[in-house]
């Protein structure tokens, strides 16, 4: 560890898993194994009935682990059509840049709804909103909401740059949306990244504190909110959650957003995190050795942000400039608390 540098080498998350873990990933990845056996040629049937069974078997696995919530797993049935097609369109390598983002932002909704109003009491809180009618008196319109303060005005938006910004920026929203008091979370950014020369068996995740901008006083004793397009081996999370730790942090909660997370990754996260959730619109079964996700979604970072060039990577001033105005008006309470963050 430099001073500037946290880094997490992929035998520091070994232990995290359990023999029965080991067991129940092992199984899966055999199954996608034979799956892929009907990739080339292609033949329909089989890679659905491979699916299938795969999908039985994570169902099975997540009824043992509490803290992974995957939305076709926990919602009602009439919702999963429309997960399917939001995740199938972020798959589709025919998606372009525009509807990327999109369907990353339904996703962010569909999933701060499985989170924080699906399973809610029944104490309802108001919206009282002027609208453009004035005669022949100004109008006013009264709309009921389920009063969820309690669940999102302790959070603090803690963000994986840089595929994460966005979908950072769409939680804080719904979150302030939702708080009848206007909440708006402050924002923690995080300049974490894996070392991509590596295998999943050797990987480093790397945590450049001097990239990053936080205030530890304001995570203590927090609800910390992550959402990061993909979760393939949880190690980001671990490694930022840990170093917050080491520097005495002790978080209240710890939530993580995924539009695609896999089965290891889910379950890891669960066991090296107390009173850690992880929140997934779709599972994914396996990795390959590079760590990348399988089926997966590609490059989600790229696809959201477009790419960098290799020697002249954008800041995160850069990179909001780059949403261009639409985004930066729809965003502009989150972009003013990440200004307020990077700029002091």
């Keep these: 560890m430099a001073d500037d540098k946290i880094i997490l080498r992929a035998d520091d998350l070994d232990g995290y898993l359990t023999s029965e873990d080991l067991d129940d990933l092992a199984r899966l990845d055999a199954m996608f194994r034979e799956t892929m056996r009907f990739f080339d040629p292609v033949d329909e049937q089989k890679i659905i009935e491979g699916y299938d069974s795969m999908g039985h078997e ?10 992974i919530k995957v939305y076709s797993f926990v919602t009602e049935e009439s919702a999963h ?16 840049h525009q509807e990327f983002m999109y369907y990353s932002q339904r996703a962010y909704e569909m999933l701060f709804r ?15 909103v002027r609208t453009p009618v004035t005669f022949p008196v100004q109008n006013y319109a009264v709309h009921k909401i389920p009063d969820i303060d ?12 840089r595929g994460a910004l966005l979908p950072s920026m769409i939680i804080s929203k719904e979150i302030q949306e939702y708080s009848s008091h206007g ?27 001097k990239k990053s901008f936080f205030n530890l006083e304001d995570l203590d004793g927090r609800d910390l909110v992550f959402a990061d397009p993909m979760n393939a081996t949880g190690g980001s999370l671990v490694t930022v959650v840990k170093y917050l730790q080491s520097q ?4 209240k909660s710890i939530a993580f957003f995924n539009a695609i997370s896999t089965m290891k990754g889910s379950i890891r996260v669960t066991r090296a995190l107390e009173n850690c959730t992880c929140c997934t619109l779709w599972l994914d079964p396996v990795m390959n050795e590079k760590a990348y996700i399988m089926p997966g979604l590609g490059d989600a970072g790229d696809r959201l942000n ?8 954008r800041n995160i001033i850069q990179l909001i400039a780059d949403y261009g105005h639409n985004i930066s008006g729809l965003y502009k309470s989150q972009l003013y608390e990440i200004e307020k963050i990077v700029l002091g």
Excluded at 81 to 96: P, Q
Excluded at 184 to 205: G, H
Excluded at 248 to 251: D, K, S, T, W
Aim: proline share 4%; charged share 30%.
């Design 114 to 128: 499985m989170a924080y109003t699906d399973h809610h009491g029944d104490k309802k809180g108001h919206m009282i």
């Design 248 to 251: 005495g942090i002790r978080p």
């Design 306 to 313: 477009g790419s960098d060039a290799k020697d002249s990577p």
């Design 58 to 67: 994570m169902q099975r696995i997540c009824a043992k682990h509490p803290g």
């Design 81 to 96: 059509a429309e997960c399917s097609r939001v995740i199938s369109k972020l798959r589709d390598e025919r998606t372009g």
């Design 183 to 209: 909440y708006r979370t402050p924002f923690a950014l995080f300049k974490i990244s894996r070392n991509d020369t590596k295998n999943e068996a050797d990987m480093e995740y790397i945590l450049d504190l």
């Design 150 to 161: 309690c669940k999102i005005e302790n959070t603090v938006m803690c963000v994986l740059l």
